[in-house]
């Protein structure tokens, strides 16, 4: 998979990708991130990407045409599956849009700021909008790095099977039951005895029953889906 980052901040979006699962996901080249910065698309001395809105109001737009300049030239160079704009009046992001992305080749995705992009980029560019939940971030760069990363880890090879996406929260519509490791009594806190039988079967049962109950509990919103 290949992702093409479009941003006025590249410096507040690089370091999630340089720890962890996602460098290392790049370092075995199971995914590329380009980040590109829309200054330099920018032909005007000012290096201005922004202007007032049309018809006045407070808060500026980012306008079309760096924003245009970029994009062309990315799809000049190959197809994308996917062009997404992150902005907090887009689809939520969940665990299934997660899964569908992972199986895209190339996507762009473009962050906004102020009070966002010219509308007619979002018409004639945009295939997908993406928001992280109901709150306005100062950027879209924070978006993009959530969505980057709930993608990528999905990707094959990215996990091994003790971090495998499979029995994640969500994943079945169920959040995941508790887990416990050593100690297994901890100033008299004892691991539930089940989890220490051996008795496989069973243990499946019980996470299985936690997080049925975990889920009607907390999301029960997840159980009608
Ligand atoms: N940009 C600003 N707020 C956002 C949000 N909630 N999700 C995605 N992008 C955003």
Known sequence: ???DIITVLPELLKSPFEASILKRAIEKGLVEVHFHNLRDYVTDNYKQI???QFGGGAGMVM???PIDKCISKLKAERTYDEIIYMTPDGETLNQGIANTMSLKENVIILCGHYKGVDQRV????????ISIGDYVLSGGELGAAVFCDAVI???PGVLNDETSALTDSFQDNLLAPPVYTRPSDYKGWKVPEILLSGNFPKI???RE??????TKTRRPDLLDK
């Open 63 to 65: 306008m079309i045409e």
């Open 50 to 52: 922004d202007d007032y």
């Open 209 to 214: 029953k936690e997080a049925y109950e975990r």
């Open 153 to 155: 880890r999905l990707l």
């Open 122 to 129: 979002r018409d004639h560019f945009i295939t997908k909008e």
């Open 1 to 3: 998979m290949r992702i």
């Open 204 to 206: 499946e049962e019980w």
